[in-house]
């Protein structure tokens, strides 16, 4: 790798982790703004924060976050697939936490496919979606705070 | 069961359903084709003479749903949370309350050159694709195959954001019942809410509903959406009308033909609490719906940035290395 290049790398992973804590953090900050918690605990009476408890923007900011999620997420497989592949491995809180994001994926795709007009799905299944959703994104932000305290990463080096 | 509310079918047999429908000119006398067939309900305002009937009807059919709240009413956090407490207002009836699923709304306006009243039996408007049902974090509002949306009470937190979403805010709330209660009483949830389920247990049985039953003047009619639909402009044309929940909110179950203008019956009636509006309405579901579409394009946008990344990266490690050979084109 030449030291352009190299670093060109470092810019890009600087920003991709950028991305991923801002597009996590509206990703959250909308997703529990579909719960009406918001104006009861006065997150919406800190000035300039009224519109997190009108659940139509928060709606809209959610399929946004979801959508720069989506791409991140692609970019960063495919990446990997390419790139790092034959000397990296998946780490197994990688794997772990690759499944919470595909449950969110799931989950959220259906929900998403749900808010068209019709009747989609079962009442039952529908309950599960949501209790799914938001399950996933406990076990997520649990496994992502471990990985956070004991330094855990996505990938490492393959040995020999 | 009151005198007027017999137990007619309005599910008919394939044969009668089309005796039926050859017969739809005769108010409240439906046909359904199947339990998924979108049901509708017309309403010719023209006719209501605002008696009520159908609101005690609604009431004694669907009275058994009601709320029966605990009390007393577990202290909530934090203590602006407001307490919904309609048991000593059960009497209530010229608004939407939990215990009054339909109103009659009164105008006064100007009908060729006379001062007239027009009463307009309210409810909820069964959206065709209901925001108080899509938007429930917890799944408590369905909809049914058949068009109609409920909230199932046992289930619900009563976090008030399917009244919220609504864009007439017709659900109404009452403290001290619902799911909150075995959930975290104090900290999240607050009641349950209830509004018109469109007699979903009668219309299951092919009964029509209470209200429709039981009005005198036959002022609804229920029946497959595009036949409603169709004699709810047949209706608007022979009375030069006008015709409102066939747009709003990107079509309603509900249609109401009046000879007044909307805009003037909005200008006339009460509107607030438990008082709908009667103006236009956006597709609320549309925004959010319309950027769907970049969820399915986004994934393929991160795979060619990173496919190109990488042929950008090997180009140049190619070039680097001087092994510019196999970049002829
Ligand atoms: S029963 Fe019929 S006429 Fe009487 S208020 Fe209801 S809709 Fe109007
Ligand atoms: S009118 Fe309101 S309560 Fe009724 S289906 Fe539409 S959004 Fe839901
Ligand atoms: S359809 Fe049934 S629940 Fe709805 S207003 Fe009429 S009687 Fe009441």
Redesign the interface.
Known sequence: MTKNSSHASRIGQKSAKWIYGLTMFFLVLSGFGQMPLYKRYYIADIPGLKWVSDFYITHYLHYLAAIVFLGFISYKITDYLLAFRKTHLITLSGYIRGVWITGIVFSGACLVINNFTGKWFSDSFIIFLDLAHTGFVMLLFITAVYCKISKKKWIMARVG | MSKGLSRRSFLRGSMAAGAAIAASTIPGVVSARDDSTQLATLLDISKCIGCEACVEACEEVNGHKYPNPQKPFPKMF?PR?PVADWTDKKDVTDRLTPYNWLYIQRAIVDVNGEETEINIPRRCMHC??PPCV??C???SA????NGLSRIDPD?CMG???CK??CPWKIPERQTGVGMYLDVLPSL?GNGAFYKCDRCYERVAQGELPACIEVCPEDVQTIGPRDEILKEAHTLAKEMNGYIYGKEEN?GTNTFYVSPVPFDKLNASVDIGPGMPHLKPVKD??A???N??A??VI??????A???G??YK?TR??DV?KGGTQNDKK
């Open positions: 934090p949370v065709v694709n899509k938007l974090p917890f799944g369905q909809q049914q195959d289930i976090g008030a954001k919220l979403v999240a990107g609320t579901m925004d959010a719906n950027i769907a970049a969820m986004a994934p393929l946008a991160g795979v940035a990173a496919a990344k990488f990266l140049t490690e680097s």
